[in-house]
């Protein structure tokens, strides 16, 4: 296993401008999630698939949002219209099999709206 | 929509010393995960407990689970420098069938050489 790998690991913008993150997961891991965290927080669950299909959304993830895992294998999450409250960390996490146990997180990508 | 709620939210302690943290928790689960994080980076995953067990150890930690209370602690003994980080409980809910995982706030413990 080589590990869950986001990139960027940071991310300077402008309020307004569109950002893409990237997460590639475990090679072998069918689920795939979504976290934001804030400082002194935990993760806040934003979305997951499973394989190619996005099975659950948050009501954090408003329209500005959108997440694709095409061929079910790496992961990218936009944002459109950044806002100064989408500062935050975005992880993201991977698992195997129905998804209850563990789950791989990966370094994370700092986001900064000036 | 955060589920958990820790206790303490920051412990600082002696190398050597043991660190007790606690977790409560509001729906039902199908288990509970503790999770580490070191300053500003990813999370890293330390034992897993199913809402039909009542303890668990690995190595240094020993988890317990008391689901008619609906919280948790996680004990390290003989504390490290290294131990220093966030410590975050998570619960899969039982009626949650993604797995998705809700955390608590965390504890920050500081281990002090």
């Known amino acids: 296993d080589t590990g869950v790998s986001q990139d960027p690991r940071h991310k300077i913008t402008k309020r307004g401008q569109n950002v893409t993150f990237r997460c590639d997961p475990i090679s072998e891991h069918n689920r795939l999630y979504w976290y934001r965290q804030t400082l002194g927080q935990g993760p806040e669950f934003l979305t997951y698939f499973q394989n190619e299909a996005q099975l659950e959304k948050s009501r954090l993830l408003s329209d500005r949002f959108s997440a694709e895992r095409p061929k079910g294998s790496f992961s990218t999450l936009e944002i459109q219209r950044t806002e100064q409250g989408d500062s935050a960390m975005y992880l993201c996490?991977?698992?195997?099999?129905?998804?209850?146990?563990?789950?791989?997180f990966g370094p994370g990508t700092r986001l900064t709206v000036t | 929509s955060q589920q958990g709620e820790e206790d303490p939210q920051a412990l600082s302690i002696q190398e050597g010393e043991n660190a007790t943290m606690n977790c409560s928790y509001k729906?039902?689960?199908?288990?509970l995960q503790w999770y580490r994080q070191n300053s500003g980076r990813g999370l890293v995953h330390l034992i897993l407990?199913?809402?039909?067990?009542r303890e668990k150890h690995s190595g240094r930690l020993r988890v317990t689970l008391d689901t008619s209370k609906k919280s948790s602690s996680l004990l390290i003994t003989a504390s490290r420098a290294a131990d220093t980080a966030s410590y975050f409980c998570a619960t899969v809910p039982i009626y949650n069938q993604g797995g998705k995982l809700i955390f608590g706030q965390g504890t920050e413990l500081s281990v002090k050489p």
């Open positions: 996490a991977s698992s195997r099999g129905a998804g209850l146990g563990e789950q791989y």
């Open positions: 729906t039902s689960i199908n288990n």
């Open positions: 407990i199913r809402s039909n067990e």
